[in-house]
Structures are given as C-alpha cells and as structure tokens.
C-alpha cells in the first residue's frame, strides 16, 4: 500500500454484491471482509469503506441539543470556568 492513503466510506445495500463489483471491474483487492456489515477494499493510495445496512457506520449520529451533528464534528465538554487565552 502507498504511503499516502485516502479513505472513502461509502454507504452501500449489499457489502458482497459490493466486494465482486470493485474487485472484479475497478481492480481493487480486499483488505478486510466482515460480510455482511462491513469491508474495505484497496487499489493504488484509495482504500474503500464499504459500509452495508448492519454496520457501526451507518448507525445515526448522536445530538447535541439546538446542534446538528455532522461527520468530523467532536462534541466538546468543558467542566470548570472558561479560560481565556493566555491564561
């Protein structure tokens, strides 16, 4: 694998209907198969995350109130005052 890798998940019905397409005709090689939740397949530096209707990353996004949660957001929880910078 390159030493620069990007990853892309993509949301799918069927992880093995999945694996044959981007292996047989994009040429990719699997790297993981937890059929039929999840799987990742790779080809030159793009790794796949195929995520079917069972997996972790199709489970909805929790809230915070009066806050959508997006993808790359982190909910962050302060205790005590806040600081200001400096000090």
């Keep these: 694998m390159p030493a620069t890798t ?3 998940r993509y949301m799918i019905d ?8 981007y292996t047989t005709h994009l040429g990719f090689a699997v790297e993981q198969d937890a059929t039929p939740a999840f799987a990742a397949v790779t080809r030159d530096g ?6 079917g209707p069972t997996s972790a990353g199709r489970r909805p996004m929790p809230t915070v109130p009066d806050r959508p949660r997006r993808p790359g ?12 910078p400096g000090s």
């Design 73 to 84: 957001h982190r909910a962050v929880t302060r205790i005590g005052p806040p600081t200001s």
């Design 14 to 21: 069927d992880v093995a209907d999945a694996i044959a397409f």
């Design 46 to 51: 793009v790794r796949l995350l195929l995520s």
């Design 6 to 8: 990007v990853g892309v």
